[in-house]
């Protein structure tokens, strides 16, 4: 294998690493933060003990995040630096200020969370998990409109050989990255929300503090059914951007070969990539592909066919992976709001299929978010910049494919090994359940 | 503003950044690899360990900063530093996030296998970034085999890991460990309380000795070596950067014996700053020169970003950086106090 297909095999096993932890990072913030501000105001608790509990999963997951995301900021100069060169004056910007605005707040009030229980005031420690969980989620918008000027590039012009930045404000602008962060950040939250609900579930199949997670499930089924529905609005909203800005993505996210007008959707769909067309092709909703693109039912779809091979993403893994991250969606959407309708029942602990479903389901949205990621970076392909720089042209020159063996032999031992260590870790704390004994926080802080 | 007054703040900026990265870093990878002389239990390993748990996140953060500085800055020497270094900066890579992980991981499961283990990998992911760090910036300050056509936009590099293992690149890896051992001590004497505290003074009272040693033939061997010593000799006036590094150092010990370690502390921070001032200084205008041509060297004038760019960022760093400055000392604040085994014992959160 040459350094390109290498280096993009590193970057896309670093990067969906990466994002194993990050969804819960962003979800779990945010949840856990509220479980100390309903603490805090109403002074019962089984508040505090969520918060310490739920907290507790949080910070397990956030420390491999932590780690696996100076690999992604470092990779972009160790095996891209043609790519960083070319577009550093306008994509190192945000990775900057990623850091000075984001990274800090979020790494230093963390810090003040974990060892502040009894140094500092009530609301003192309210506000540090609040600002630490506000900057990941500012981390994410930075870092996602610096991904969307890779998909749609704006505000720039190719100057010294190179592109330079022109509007700034049009990168912070751009709809794109918007549209892209919401989505991205509601399915973390989704994915949080799966978490507590599986793990809720675990423990009250085994009736194990029955009001302590019936509470947690409650909590979690509606913080899954909006964020659920806002990840299919924005989804849907997404797939707009990406046919008008990105046509061979959609064209490959749907098989769709043939350019026309007014397209159906099959339900039913094979590629056949070698002979350019479907191989089966069955249960067509007439209209429903040209409505979802561009939100008219004659809307003209280009195919795949109108593009050269060699500017065509790989159609098959891009096309099943936007189905499967679909499908996942809309069962994430049932299942959520069954939720909440079923744990507002008084004999909900004794749905045990329902609850066995529910710890079954944790993985399913985790499924959804690397699918996610692959429709984005393989439908982007062959550009690694859309439609200005290629891949293939933006790879380091300096490095061989002896040292990316190395170093991506390297990582999978490497994060291999931790991975399986953080779910272990995960997995027992998550099953040891909540601390009964809250006194010695209460004690120091005061009680209501 | 013309260009190049943007490229010279960047510049200062680029040299604080590091600077500040290494002062507040080496006391955790110095406490970090020391840790299995410093602490003989357990409860002293999590001490030391706690005694660094609110901030060490937060000062990893410097690095990520001065990376995405660089990158923003001055973008070719960003791609260029990170591809021509590759396999040195991967390790690197693997050895902070061994770090990170260990201090999350070691107090999570009870048992003497488990913790033994994140121990020696705290001791050796603390111990190779000093090395690897001081040995990178030995071969920058050196100049490393690259040869640039900017005009042409073609980039080429001739060395290898080995390469940069060389006599002058390993010297200065042995000074940040120095460095970092000597600060990591001192940290550790005024963090914690009794038998803890005074191994951290003893060690650092100890190693002060070798650290000058090391420091005084860094100083001699760097005029054979490198070009740095070329801006001193065009403006005397600059020799006041060595200088206070220099006279840091020696108060070090001076204070180290009067036993006020704080004071000892302070001035280990600032022998660290002014050792990295020193190279940086020496460097202007280059980032990274080339030892086989110097119209390859990497400046703040031929890797640097547009003048737009280099404005945005100059407002972002001048509302981010003080605001973070601010909210670190307030954290520094409120865990002033030295970490006792009451702290490990009552605290189910702690490390």
């Not at chain 1, 918007?178 to 675990?202: D, E, P, Q, R």
């Not at chain 2, 705290?122 to 920058?140: D, E, H, K, Q, T």
């Not at chain 2, 005074?198 to 000795?209: E, H, I, V």
């Amino acid at each position: 294998m040459n350094v390109v297909t290498l280096s993009q095999l590193q970057f896309a096993a670093t990067g969906m690493f990466h994002w194993i932890f990050v969804p819960l990072t962003l979800g779990l913030s945010i949840m856990t933060a509220w479980m100390e501000t309903k603490y805090v105001t109403t002074g019962d608790e089984t508040w505090l003990r969520m918060t310490k509990f739920w907290g507790k999963l949080f910070l397990i997951n956030f420390a491999l995040g932590v780690v696996t995301g100076i690999t992604m900021e470092f990779q972009f100069g160790l095996n891209w630096s043609e790519y960083s060169r070319y577009v550093g004056d306008i994509f190192g910007a945000p990775l900057a200020i990623e850091a000075t605005l984001a990274f800090f707040l979020e790494s230093v009030f963390i810090g003040v969370w974990i060892f502040g229980w009894n140094k500092i005031s009530k609301k003192a420690h309210l506000a540090s998990i609040w600002l630490a969980s506000v900057a990941t989620n500012v981390s994410a918008l930075i870092i996602l409109l610096a991904n969307a000027w890779m998909q749609k590039p704006v505000g720039y012009v190719i100057r010294n050989n190179r592109a330079e930045m022109n509007d700034f404000l049009a990168v912070l602008t751009n709809d794109y990255g918007w549209i892209k962060f919401i989505h991205t950040l509601l399915s973390g939250y989704a994915l949080a929300a799966f978490l507590i609900m599986g793990v809720s579930a675990w423990h009250l199949l085994r009736k194990n503090e029955n009001e302590f997670f019936v509470r947690s499930f409650k909590m979690a089924a509606v913080w899954a059914f909006v964020a659920t529905i806002g990840v299919a609005v924005t989804g849907d909203m997404h797939a707009v951007e990406i046919a008008e800005h990105q046509p061979t993505k959609f064209a490959a996210m749907e098989s769709q070969w043939e350019t026309k007008r007014g397209v159906g959707m099959s339900l039913l769909l094979i590629p056949d990539v070698a002979r350019e067309c479907n191989s089966v092709d069955q249960l067509c909703i007439p209209n429903m592909l040209s409505i979802l693109a561009f939100h008219d039912a004659t809307g003209e779809i280009k195919g795949l066919k109108s593009f050269p091979p060699e500017l065509r993403p790989p159609v098959l893994p891009t096309f099943l992976s936007f189905r499967l991250m679909t499908g996942l969606g809309m069962f994430m959407l049932v299942a959520s709001l069954a939720a909440i309708i079923l744990s507002r029942r008084q004999k909900f602990s004794e749905y045990r299929a329902f609850l066995t479903l529910m710890v079954c389901a944790i993985p399913a949205p985790y499924l959804a978010e690397q699918l996610g990621w692959l429709v984005a970076e393989l439908g982007r392909q062959p550009w690694i910049v859309y439609g200005m720089l290629k891949t293939s042209d933006a790879v380091s020159k300096s490095i061989t494919s002896t040292q990316v063996i190395l170093s991506l032999l390297g990582f999978t031992v490497l994060y291999g090994l931790l991975g399986a260590i953080d779910i272990f870790l995960l997995v027992k704390y998550a099953k040891k359940g909540p601390d009964k004994d809250v006194s010695s926080i209460i004690n120091v802080q005061g009680r209501g | 503003m013309d260009i190049s007054v943007f490229q010279i703040i960047w510049f200062v900026l680029w040299g604080v950044l590091w600077a500040v990265y290494f002062m507040l870093d080496g006391f955790v990878l110095g406490t970090g690899f020391l840790s299995g002389i410093l602490a003989k239990n357990d409860t002293e390993k999590r001490i030391l360990i706690n005694s660094v748990g609110p901030v060490w996140d937060g000062n990893e953060v410097w690095l990520i900063t001065a990376g995405g500085a660089t990158f923003a800055a001055f973008p070719t020497t960003y791609a260029l530093m990170f591809s021509n270094l590759y396999s040195a900066l991967v390790l690197l890579l693997f050895a902070l996030i061994v770090r990170g992980v260990s201090f999350e991981f070691r107090g999570k499961l009870e048992s003497d296998t488990w913790k033994k283990s994140w121990d020696m990998a705290i001791m050796v992911s603390s111990f190779l970034p000093a090395l690897l760090f001081g040995v990178a910036f030995g071969n920058i300050f050196k100049g490393i085999p690259m040869k640039n056509d900017f005009a042409a936009y073609s980039y080429s590099y001739d060395g290898t890991l080995i390469g940069l293992l060389n006599p002058y690149g390993l010297l200065t890896g042995v000074l940040f460990v120095l460095l970092f051992a000597v600060h990591g001590s001192l940290y550790a004497a005024i963090k914690t309380t009794g038998d803890l505290s005074k191994r951290g003074s003893d060690l650092a009272n100890k190693l002060w000795l070798p650290l000058l040693v090391v420091a005084v033939a860094f100083l001699g061997y760097t005029y054979p070596a490198t070009k740095l010593y070329n801006n001193y000799l065009n403006a005397p006036v600059l020799l006041i950067v060595p200088l206070i590094a220099v006279i840091s150092l020696l108060l070090v010990k001076l204070y180290t014996v009067k036993e006020s370690f704080h004071m000892a502390f302070l001035f280990s921070c600032l022998t660290i700053v002014f050792v990295v001032f020193t190279g940086v200084t020496g460097l202007f205008p280059n980032l990274i020169p080339s030892n086989i041509d110097p119209a390859s060297n990497l400046t703040i004038f031929n890797s640097s970003s547009s003048l737009l760019t280099l404005q945005i960022m100059t407002v972002v760093a001048a509302i981010c950086v003080p605001t973070v400055i601010c909210y670190k000392i307030w954290v520094y604040r409120v865990f002033r106090a030295r970490v006792t085994d009451a702290d490990i014992v009552g605290n189910p959160e702690a490390y």
